[in-house]
């Protein structure tokens, strides 16, 4: 069930064509069904791909008296447990569907409800009687909403193009949020590169009632909670954990197929699904064929073990990559510089051939530390040893080894390793897998504000050291780079192609257990992912578990050098950035002449700019730096003076 837009309209005359019109913009989330729902104070929009009980649960749903109505984006993998614990109270059911669970848990708990469930949802709640309006999601984001405050009136919306559909709607760009996605390739919540348009933060609730606003936090990251494990027993704690995710998320009324990789976040899927599967598992791929990246061999070995249904694409320049490139620039809805985001919309493609839901291994890294950047952060502490005027000397010195296409190469890691040592171990961590830091962006924008990357590391992360603090890392990672940027590329690309994407991994239990780990059965050395490499060591190939992780992205690099070349000179060409009016055309020009002259790498870099420019052009975004927000200014009330 895959997308929801709604508005209140409080005390004005409204267009009820209006919902209908935005709503339809959200059908590729979608195509099963549509619904909406108007009153004089608020209107509700729905659209549905379904997945559990295919002949019922349309969306508006209604309460027995009609009173409450629910628009649901998600799937509560717990809804059968919930509805019995329902039944036991005296509720009746007319449909078999999670979405009828939901509503009838909200209507016997209210907001505790949330705290009941285990699964992904945005949802949104109206009472007639009462004009109260309820938003909520996941407890990790891995659905999104978007929510707009203007005049006293709330807008939502599962993609930022449904409340961009109102005109009384500013578009102005937040340029608080285009430093930080400058610096970390995403946009952090709440801030999105709109003014007045947030993101409803992972685990939190929205309370609109007559104007007024209230919100919430209904669960947060687990922190400082460790336990005394053994490695025997943590591994067979995860063992247990992991059986009842697969069990959950392989709950569904049309066919499952599961995205593979060559390393070992898929390939645990593989078997566990493997194990609770009773028919034979579809497995999709993509392949890089004659790359140093490419996980062909490791893919064909696990296919071969697990006698899957297989279907696999390579991603070569001899695909349209351009119109591809349009089209992610288009869903993305919030611009990423994720390059990744390309491949991940070919395997959505290639997926939706056979099947209408996909596992994927998304949070396992961040969970189990599965990044080489949590062991950089480490051994920065060392190298900030050394006095600055040495490392910068060796820094010039590695400017003369020749750049090279590979994806990420050790010349380009060791380069960004020592100009990562020379900030702050927090913006040193982004920094590693960001793009430009704080000085970068002074050179490059026409103006600056005083937003840092440091501001996101609130009071409630755990604290730093100077030797890289990886509990501190982790906690950051899975607040913003897996909720920002990993499952929004994920639920676009997929929804895109009407394809739902779960990740098992992201059971709250599964989290709330690695929270409990120390730090020494996530990464020790040189090794990392521990305590989850411990457990499949007996269960995988041995070359699976040895082989170094590669990721799922592209060589950016090497491609706009060769055959995205022209279409990244067309879309940063000198009139074009002249007439964005964010950028000094000349830092531009030299970025890209240093980029195709092999002086440096810095195709993320481009690849972040070409995707900015791409989605400013097509959403009309305005620069001006001055904007007036009607309802800005107000408070959000206490929920004293809610009820």
Known sequence: MCGISGYTHRGRVFNPSAIREATDLLIHRGPDQQGTYESESVSLGAVRLKIIDLKAGAQPFFSDDRKTVLVFNGEIYNYREVRQKLQNLGHKFSTESDTEVLLRAFLQWDTECFRRLRGM???????????????????VGIKPLYVARFGGDVYFGSELKTILFHPEI?????????????????????????????KLRPGHLLEWRDGMVLEECYWKLPRGREQDWTLGDAEKELDGLLKKSMQDHLLSDVPVGIWLSGGIDSSTMLHYAAQESTQRLKTFSITFRGRTFDETPYIHELVEKYQTDHLELDLNPELDLPSAIEDVAYYSDEPFADAGALPVWFLSKLSRQCVTVALSGEGADE?????????????????????????????????????????????????????????SPDEAHVYWNGSFSRAQQADLLLRTNHARVQDLFGSDLPKANGYGSLSRFLFFDQRYYLADDLLQKVDRMSMAHSLEVRPPYLDHRIIEFAASLPDRFKVSGRRHKVILKRLMRSKLPK?????????????????????????????????AVSDNGLFRPGAIEQLKSDHMERRTNVGFHLWGLMILFLWMKHWNIQTSSEVSLPGAAEEIVSARVLA
């Not at 610096?183 to 003014?195: K, R």
């Not at 490392?391 to 994806?407: E, G, Q, T």
């Open 121 to 139: 949802f945005a949802a949104a709640f109206w009472n007639e009687e009462e004009r109260r309006l309820v938003l909520v999601r996941d407890r």
């Open 170 to 198: 500013p578009r102005q760009l937040d340029h608080s949020a285009l430093h930080h996605y400058l610096a970390l390739n995403y946009v952090p919540g709440p801030f999105t590169l709109i003014e007045g348009i947030q």
């Open 367 to 423: 969970l189990f530390g599965g990044y080489v950047t949590y062991r950089a952060d480490h051994l920065a502490g060392y190298a900030r040893l050394l006095p600055e005027a040495a490392r910068r000397s060796l820094l010039r010195a590695l400017n003369y080894w020749p750049v090279s296409d590979d994806k990420i190469s050790f010349e380009y890691k060791m380069k960004r390793f020592l100009e990562g040592s020379l900030l």
């Open 543 to 575: 070359s699976v578990l040895r082989h170094s992780k590669t990721g799922l992205d592209i060589p950016t690099h090497d491609w706009l050098r060769g055959p995205l070349r022209g279409f990244l000179e067309e879309i940063l060409s000198p009139a």
